[in-house]
């Protein structure tokens, strides 16, 4: 479990905290909230076909969709972390 939690905050440190200027505990949790869902709802993870922890891996696309694909950008904390998705 030690070598789990290294690696979350070891990522946590290189996607949010290099690159955040935290002014107090508010904003740091706020921040960190903001990154643990970023994590387990929308970041893709190469050792499960990447998908996201909490979300089931996508059905592969033909070609011909991907092609035409339309994506949406969200980003979270004014920029820092992105999530894109597939516009209906």
């Known amino acids: 479990m030690n070598a789990i939690m290294e690696r979350w ?3 946590c440190r290189h996607e949010l905290l290099d690159r955040t200027l935290v002014s107090n505990e508010r904003h740091l949790r706020h ?3 903001q990154f643990e869902l970023h994590y387990n709802l929308h970041r ?3 050792a499960i076909d990447q998908a996201a922890p ?3 891996v996508p059905a592969p696309l033909p070609h011909a969709q991907i092609t ?3 994506v949406r950008r969200r980003d ?3 920029g ?3 999530e894109h998705q597939s516009a209906a």
Do not use: I
């Open 9 to 11: 905050v070891q990522t």
């Open 31 to 33: 921040a960190l909230r």
């Open 44 to 46: 893709p993870h190469q």
């Open 54 to 56: 909490q979300r089931a």
């Open 68 to 70: 035409q694909l339309k």
């Open 76 to 78: 979270r904390l004014g």
């Open 80 to 82: 820092v972390l992105h």
